[in-house]
C-alpha cells in the first residue's frame, strides 16, 4: 500500500519570502500522479499542482514549483515570494494510475506572517 | 460553470442513526470520489465510482456504502452510526483519467451526538 508522510505538522514564513513544504512516499509502482492541495479555512480543497512520475521535469505553477526526486520519493513544494492568502494547510496526495484512489499526507499547516 | 455541489453543508445525527450524504459532480466528470477528514487530520479515502460502478473501496467497514447514479451524482450513506463517524465528508469529482484534476465539493460536517 502506498503511504504519504509529510514531516512537518507546521511551518511558517515571513511575507515576500520563500518556503520548503516536504513530502515523501512510498510506493512499488512506476507510473503514478503527485498533487499538492491547499485547504484554507473554508475547508475547500484547491489544486495547487500536479506532477506525472514519468515526467522529470519539475512542474511549476507561477510561484509555485515542485522539486521532484523519484528515486528518493521525494515531492516538495516551493513557495515563492509568499502572500497572506497562502496561509493554510497544505496536502502532498500519491495517485495511482490503476487503484484509483488518492493517498494523502496528514498536512502541513502553512502560516503567512506580515 | 457549476462546481461540485454537496449537501447537506451540517448534519446532526444521533449515534445508531443513518446518514445520507449527497454529491453532484461538475458536468462532463464521470468520476465521484468520498474522503472522510476527522477534526485536524488528512483525508482518507472511501469509496470511488465510475459510471455507475464502485471501482475502489477503502479500508472502511461495510456500513458505510454508496452509490453513483446515471447522471453521475452519487450518495454516501452511512449506517448505524457511531460517535467517531464525526467528521467532514468530502466529495470529488474528475475525468475518468486518474492523472486528470480532481475537484473537490466544500463538504458535509456530521456530527454524532
Known amino acids: 500500500a502506498q503511504t504519504v508522510t509529510q514531516s512537518q505538522p507546521e511551518m511558517s514564513v515571513q511575507e515576500a519570502e520563500t518556503v520548503t513544504l516536504s513530502c515523501t512516499y512510498d510506493?512499488?509502482?512506476?507510473?503514478?500522479?503527485l498533487f499538492w492541495y491547499k485547504q484554507p479555512p473554508s475547508r475547500q480543497m484547491i489544486l495547487v499542482i500536479r506532477?506525472?512520475?514519468?515526467?522529470?521535469q519539475n512542474a511549476t505553477e507561477n510561484r509555485f514549483s515542485v522539486n521532484f526526486q523519484k528515486a528518493a520519493k521525494s515531492f516538495s513544494l516551493k513557495i515563492s515570494d509568499s502572500q497572506l492568502g497562502d496561509a493554510a494547510m497544505y496536502f502532498c496526495?500519491?495517485?495511482?494510475?490503476?487503484?484509483?484512489?488518492?493517498?494523502f499526507g496528514d498536512g502541513t499547516t502553512l502560516t503567512v506572517k506580515p | 460553470e457549476a462546481g461540485v455541489t454537496q449537501s447537506p453543508t451540517h448534519l446532526i445525527k444521533t449515534r445508531g442513526q443513518q446518514a445520507t450524504l449527497r454529491c453532484s459532480p461538475i458536468?462532463?466528470?464521470?468520476?465521484v470520489y468520498w474522503y472522510q477528514q476527522a477534526l485536524g487530520l488528512g483525508l482518507q479515502f472511501l469509496l470511488w465510482?465510475?459510471?455507475?460502478?464502485?471501482?475502489n473501496r477503502g479500508n472502511f467497514p461495510p456500513r458505510f456504502s454508496g452509490r453513483q447514479f446515471p447522471n453521475y451524482s452519487s450518495e454516501l450513506n452511512v449506517n448505524a452510526l457511531e460517535l467517531e463517524d464525526s467528521a467532514l465528508y468530502l466529495c470529488?469529482?474528475?475525468?475518468?483519467?486518474?492523472?486528470?484534476?480532481?475537484?473537490f465539493g466544500q463538504g458535509t460536517r456530521l456530527t454524532v451526538v
Open positions: 470529488a469529482s474528475s475525468f475518468r483519467d486518474r492523472g486528470s484534476e480532481a475537484f
Open positions: 510506493t512499488s509502482e512506476s507510473d503514478y500522479y
Open positions: 506532477q506525472e512520475a514519468y515526467k522529470q
Open positions: 496526495a500519491y495517485t495511482s494510475t490503476n487503484a484509483g484512489k488518492s493517498t
Open positions: 458536468s462532463g466528470h464521470t468520476s
Open positions: 465510482y465510475d459510471e455507475g460502478e464502485e471501482r
